[in-house]
C-alpha cells in the first residue's frame, strides 16, 4: 500500500495551495479518505475527511469553510483544496486511507 502527497509549499496567508494523495496498492473506493495534520511541537490532528460511499465530508472546525476535500476514485485520488491560508495552518500535511495506511507527509509553510 503507497500514499504519496504532493502539493505543498511555501505561501503567504490568504493564499491557496492544492495538496494531492495518490494511492495504490488498496482498492481505493472502499476506503475512507482523510487528511490530519502536524504542526512543529503538537500532536497529529485531524483535518477533513470524506468516506467512500455517497461521499460525505467532515472538517475540523478550524478549516470549515477555507478548505474543501475531494476524491477521484478513477485516479485513486484524494485532494485537499485550502483557501485564506493562516499561518496556524503550517504543518506537516499526511493522507490517511481508513487511518489505517498513512503518506509520508507534504510540508505546507504559511507566512504571514
Known amino acids: 500500500v503507497q500514499l504519496v502527497e504532493s502539493g505543498g509549499g511555501l505561501v503567504q496567508a490568504g493564499g491557496s495551495l492544492r495538496l494531492s494523495c495518490k494511492v495504490s496498492?488498496?482498492?481505493?473506493?472502499?476506503?475512507?479518505m482523510g487528511w490530519f495534520r502536524q504542526a512543529p511541537g503538537k500532536e497529529r490532528e485531524f483535518v477533513a475527511d470524506?468516506?467512500?460511499?455517497?461521499?460525505?465530508?467532515t472538517y475540523a472546525d478550524s478549516v470549515k469553510g477555507r478548505f474543501t476535500i475531494s476524491r477521484d476514485n478513477a485516479k485513486n485520488t484524494v485532494s485537499l483544496q485550502m483557501n485564506s491560508l493562516k499561518a496556524e495552518d503550517t504543518a506537516v500535511y499526511y493522507c490517511?486511507?481508513?487511518?489505517?495506511?498513512w503518506g509520508q507527509g507534504t510540508l505546507v509553510t504559511v507566512s504571514e
Open positions: 490517511a486511507a481508513d487511518r489505517q495506511f
Open positions: 496498492g488498496v482498492i481505493f473506493n472502499s476506503y475512507n
Open positions: 470524506i468516506n467512500w460511499s455517497r461521499p460525505t465530508t
